[in-house]
């Protein structure tokens, strides 16, 4: 199944993403992020590393990652899967000590 079955319509620009807003597209084009199928073509993970370092980005920000690219409300993420997530950053050293 391909990412973006998961929406009715096809969303044309990033903010057009569940969870996302225009913030959300200044934060991604940050890290060369510049639309919907560069968000879809990297991993959540590999993306959640590089906005990590920037002001004010904690572990919302993958589980909005997630959401965003399932259709799935952030809170939805953390409340069904954030000991998965936690065990992924932590094997990548990017956990919250």
Known sequence: MALLDAYDKPPKRLRDLNGFGPRSEEILAEVGI????DFMAIDPYALYAKIKPIKGMGLN????II????NISRIEIKNTRKEEILMVLDDMGLAPK
């Not at 920000?61 to 909005?64: D, F, P």
């Open 34 to 37: 510049h639309s919907v199928q």
């Open 61 to 64: 920000a993958i589980y909005s």
């Open 67 to 70: 959401g965003a690219r399932e």
